[in-house]
Nanobody
């Protein structure tokens, strides 16, 4: 099992930016597909973005052009740069690690609130 710890959440005004970071320990980070998910109150958890071991990325349509996922295999970290934030981006954001099709870890979540 992989331990994942997120940081970087907070309160930001609409149009602002935040950068989330996830630090992994245990496992073999460089082999994992890493992802960010989010869950708003009363809604199911949804995929935000993923990045493969080779650096191929995938984004939810709702965040394309605004969010960027990146990873550093030397530091075992995956980041999510969030720009042009909207109130509908408000949610708890979770880091996820997957080996092929098997989830090997979830973070505890970090709250992002977009409000004026």
């Amino acid at each position: 099992q992989v331990q994942l710890v997120e940081s970087g959440g907070g309160l930001v005004q609409p149009g602002g930016s935040l950068r989330l970071s996830c630090k992994a320990s245990g496992g073999i980070f460089r082999t994992y597909v890493m992802g960010w998910y989010r869950q708003a109150p009363g809604k199911p958890r949804e995929l935000v973005a993923t990045i493969t071991a080779r650096g191929n990325t995938n984004y939810a349509d709702s965040v394309k052009g605004r969010f960027t996922i990146s990873r550093d295999n030397t530091k075992n970290t995956v980041d999510l740069q969030m720009n042009s934030l909207k109130p509908e981006d408000t949610a708890v954001y979770y880091c996820n690690a997957r080996h092929i099709t098997l989830t090997v870890g979830w973070g505890q979540g970090t709250q992002v609130t977009v409000s004026s």
